[in-house]
């Protein structure tokens, strides 16, 4: 496994960065990036499934291990799926099994940075090294975007 490790600033607070990064709408504008029209299928609470999907019904099988709103989601990879069968016993599977997905936000004075961490297989390691810098850049724009519009209507 390798570790890739992206922050960027966003000009927007963590409570702006947080509903962006995790709401179904915004989240699927975002992570479209990784492959246009995913989404993912959890309630984001500790100890739920989570499963990061594309259109074709494959992705990730994974668990949210940690859920600090505002500041900190882990997310530990538990296999993949594909055509909708979740599977963990497979040779892939089980490369990606125990993998974390981290994803930390910090306060810096109304602003926020929010830094991603994640395993990889080498496999992935080139894919994410290039996708997630684009895919934080895609979040950052929209909630910059929201934040933008919140301090117009709190200003009107």
Same mark, same amino acid.
């Given at each position: 496994?390798?570790? $890739?490790?992206?922050?960027t600033? $966003?000009?927007?607070?963590k409570e ?5 990064m %995790?709401?179904d709408? /915004? ?17 984001w609470?500790?100890?739920?499934k *989570?499963?990061? &999907? /594309? ?5 990730? %099988?994974s668990?949210?291990?940690?859920? @600090? ?8 990879? #538990?296999? $993949? ?5 979740? %599977?963990?016993?497979t040779?892939?599977?089980? #490369?990606?099994?125990?993998? &974390?997905?981290?994803?930390?936000? @910090? ?6 940075? &929010? /830094?991603i961490e ?7 390691k080139?894919?994410f090294?290039e /996708?997630?810098?684009? *895919?934080l #850049?895609? %979040?950052?724009e $929209? ?7 919140n ?5 009107a």
């Open positions: 496994m390798h570790k $890739i490790r992206v922050s600033n $966003i000009r927007a607070p702006t960065v947080w509903r962006v %995790l709401d709408a /915004t989240y699927r504008r975002w992570s479209s990036v990784f492959h246009e029209g995913s989404y993912a299928v959890t309630d609470k500790e100890g739920s *989570a499963l990061f &999907l /594309t259109p074709e019904r494959n992705g990730m %099988l668990k949210i291990v940690v859920n @600090r709103p505002k500041e900190f989601l882990s997310i530990m990879h #538990q296999g $993949i799926v594909k055509n909708g069968e979740e %599977l963990r016993e040779d892939e599977a089980k #490369q990606w099994a125990g993998a &974390l997905e981290n994803y930390t936000l @910090r306060d810096t004075g109304g602003d926020s940075i &929010l /830094t994640m395993e990889v297989t080498d496999e992935y080139k894919y090294e /996708t997630w810098p684009k *895919a #850049q895609k %979040l950052k $929209i909630a910059e975007a929201a934040s933008s519009r301090r117009t209507r709190l200003s």
